[in-house]
C-alpha cells in the first residue's frame, strides 16, 4: 500500500513536471482538488487465448501500477507465465487451460474451420465456464475491484463483471464490437477470406449471408443448446447483448482495421507491441552477422504445417531462391511438433538433408527465435509470416517486405489487406501452396522487389505504425481510468452513449420530418384537387343569354 501512494505521488509530480515543460497554462488551471483521489482496484482476465489476448494488455497494466492503482490479473494455469516478471501484479488462476483439451489438440485447425471443431469449442467453453465464472466473481469481491477488463472471448469474464456490478472495458486485436459492424464488414473470423465485401463475389456474399448461417445452426445447434443450459444453470442470460455499454479497447489502427464510421464506445489504440523484447542470442547474431539477405519463417505460437509434404514445399521455396542467389540465408521457426522431411530435393536436382553442415550454413529451423531481435536485424529482408496482427506489427515497425502465409482465422483478411495496399504479397491455399513454382517466384518477388513498390508501402505504414504505437499504451491507460473514474452505480458511461439510444427510430432516421414533409404534400394536392373540382367546373359552366 505504502508502494502505491509513493508511485501515486511521484507520478502526479511528474505530470506536473511535463506539463510545466510543455504548456505552463496547466499551471495556470491547477485544480484545487485531483480525479485521483486514491488509487483503484483494477482486474484483467483472460479465460482462453494465447500471447495477443494477455502481453499487450499488460504494457497497459504496467502504465496504470506507474499511475498508483492495484493490479490484479486472472487467467488460467497455462497463461500465468506472462505476469511472471512483475511483481507489482497480484495473479490468481482460475482453473485449467481450456487450450490443452484432448478434443482440441487431436484436431487440425483449418480455414473454414470445421463446424466439428466449432463444436468441440463450445462444448469445451461449457464445461470450464462454471469454474471460471465462479472464480472470477470471487477475485472480483475478495479484492474490491473497482473495474474490469475483460479480454473479448472470456465470456466468463463479463458475466461476473455483470453479476457484481462492476464497470467493464473489451479488450481486442480485431475490431469485433457491434455497433461497428456493417453491412460491408465481415467478422466470421472463421471463414472469410477478406475483411469487407468490396471485391467479394455475389453467390460468395450470399453464401456467407444467408447459406453459412443456416448450416451453422444445423451443425451447432445441440452444442449451443447445451451452453445455454448450462448458462441457464448459472442464472446467466444465454444470449444478451454483454458489450452494450462497454468501451471496446482495439489494438489495431486503420491500414489494418477496415476503415468505417465507429461509434463512441470504440477505442483505436494501436498498435501496441508486445510486452518484451527478446534480444538476439550469440547463435542467432552471428547466423544474422555472417548474412546479408536473410528471410524469417514463423508462423506464430499455435499454427504450423499441416504436414512434412506442406513443410517439404515451404523449404523448396527458400532452397530454390537461395539457389538463383536471392537469398543467402534462412531462419525458420517452427514450434514443437511441426512436421519436417529428412531431406528436401530442389527444382535443379540439388538434395539437401536437414542435419547436414551444408543445410545448416544456409538454414536454421529451430523451436524458437527471438522475433523482435531478428526482425531488428539488418540483414533480414523479408518475413514469411502467418500474418498475425501481432507479428505483422512488429515487421512493419522495423520496415519489413512481407510474404503473407495465412492459416488460420482472420489471418487471410490481415493478408489480403496488406496485399491489397501494397505492403505485402500472399500464397492463397488453393492456387499458391500447392505450387512450387509459384510459391518461389512470390518470394522472389518480394525479396527482390527490383521496383521498390513494396518498400514505399512499407515504408509509409512503417510511418504510420511508428507514429501511433508511441502513444497507445499512454491512450488505452487514460481510458481505463475514464472508466474507473467516470462509470455510474451501474457500471455504465452515458456520456459516451450514442444519443440515438434516446430518439425513436423515426426520430433518429429523420423518417418522422420526412413523413411529416410528405404529408405536407398530399395534402397540398389534395386541397388543389378540392379547388379544381369545385372552382373550375363553376367557371366554365356557359353563361344564360338575356333575351
Not at 465462479?134 to 479484492?143: C, K, M, P, Q, T
Not at 511438433?337 to 547436414?356: A, C, K
Amino acid at each position: 500500500m505504502i508502494r502505491h501512494l509513493i508511485l501515486f505521488t511521484l507520478f502526479h509530480l511528474v505530470l506536473l513536471g511535463v506539463s510545466a515543460l510543455n504548456n505552463d497554462i496547466f499551471n495556470e488551471l491547477e485544480p484545487n482538488s485531483h480525479f485521483r483521489s486514491s488509487p483503484k482496484n483494477i482486474l484483467f482476465a483472460v479465460t482462453v487465448g494465447g500471447s495477443s489476448h494477455h502481453s499487450w494488455v499488460m504494457r497497459v497494466l504496467d502504465e496504470l501500477d506507474c499511475r498508483g492503482h492495484n493490479i490484479t490479473y486472472a487467467t488460467t494455469d497455462d497463461s500465468l507465465r506472462f505476469s511472471r516478471q512483475r511483481e507489482h501484479i497480484k495473479t490468481v488462476s482460475i482453473g485449467p487451460s481450456q487450450l490443452h483439451d484432448p478434443r482440441l489438440t487431436s484436431r487440425k485447425m483449418g480455414h473454414p474451420m470445421s463446424f466439428d471443431l466449432l463444436e468441440d469449442i463450445l462444448d469445451i467453453m461449457g464445461d470450464h465456464y462454471p469454474t471460471n465464472y465462479h472464480a472470477l466473481v470471487d477475485v472480483i469481491e475478495r479484492n474490491a475491484i473497482d473495474a474490469v477488463i475483460c479480454d473479448h472471448v472470456s465470456y466468463p469474464c463479463f458475466d461476473a463483471a455483470k453479476k457484481t456490478n462492476r464497470p467493464f472495458l473489451v479488450s481486442m486485436m480485431v475490431n469485433e464490437a457491434p455497433e461497428d459492424h456493417l453491412p460491408y464488414i465481415n467478422r466470421n473470423n472463421f471463414m472469410m477470406m477478406d475483411g469487407n465485401s468490396q471485391h467479394m463475389t455475389y453467390s460468395r456474399r450470399f453464401y456467407e449471408a444467408f447459406i453459412y448461417p443456416m448450416e451453422a445452426m444445423w451443425h451447432l445447434g445441440p452444442a449451443l443448446w447445451r451452453l445455454k443450459q448450462k448458462l441457464e444453470a448459472l442464472d446467466i442470460p444465454p444470449f444478451e447483448n454483454r458489450w452494450g455499454n462497454s468501451i471496446k479497447l482495439v489494438n489495431n489502427l486503420y491500414g489494418i482495421d477496415e476503415p468505417r464510421p465507429t461509434g463512441p464506445l470504440v477505442e483505436h489504440v494501436g498498435p501496441i507491441y508486445n510486452d518484451h523484447f527478446d534480444a538476439l542470442t550469440p547463435e542467432f547474431a552471428s547466423f544474422l552477422d555472417t548474412h546479408q539477405r536473410v528471410v524469417y519463417v514463423a508462423f506464430g505460437q499455435h499454427a504450423q504445417s499441416n504436414d512434412d509434404q506442406e513443410s517439404t514445399r515451404v523449404l523448396q521455396m527458400l532452397l530454390n531462391n537461395y539457389e538463383a542467389g536471392v537469398l543467402d540465408g534462412f531462419i525458420w521457426s517452427a514450434t514443437k511438433g511441426t512436421p519436417l522431411p529428412d531431406h528436401v530435393t530442389t527444382s535443379s536436382g540439388i538434395q539437401y538433408r536437414l542435419n547436414s553442415t551444408e543445410f545448416t550454413n544456409i538454414g536454421k529451423i529451430v523451436s524458437w527465435a527471438p522475433q523482435a531481435g531478428i526482425l531488428q536485424h539488418p540483414s533480414v529482408v523479408t518475413f514469411i509470416s502467418h500474418s498475425g496482427l501481432m507479428s505483422l506489427y512488429e515487421a512493419i515497425y522495423q520496415g519489413k517486405r512481407i510474404l503473407g502465409y495465412p492459416l488460420l482465422t482472420d489471418q487471410f483478411a490481415n493478408a489480403n489487406k496488406l496485399a491489397r495496399a501494397g505492403v505485402a504479397l500472399w500464397l492463397s491455399l488453393s492456387e499458391d501452396r500447392l505450387d512450387v513454382d509459384r510459391m518461389t517466384e512470390k518470394l522472389r518477388r518480394v525479396v527482390e522487389d527490383k521496383d521498390g513498390v513494396l518498400q514505399q508501402a512499407v515504408n509509409r505504414y512503417q510511418a504510420l505504425f511508428q507514429i501511433h504505437g508511441r502513444v497507445g499504451v499512454d491512450r488505452a491507460a487514460n481510458i481505463v481510468e475514464e472508466v474507473l473514474y467516470t462509470a455510474d452505480s451501474h457500471g455504465h458511461l452515458p456520456h459516451r452513449h450514442d444519443i440515438a439510444r434516446n430518439l425513436s427510430f423515426l426520430k433518429r432516421n429523420n423518417y418522422d420530418l420526412y413523413l411529416g414533409l410528405l404529408s405536407f404534400f398530399v395534402l397540398l394536392v389534395l386541397l388543389l384537387r378540392l379547388i379544381i373540382q369545385f372552382v373550375l367546373p363553376s367557371s366554365s359552366k356557359p353563361k344564360l343569354k338575356i333575351q
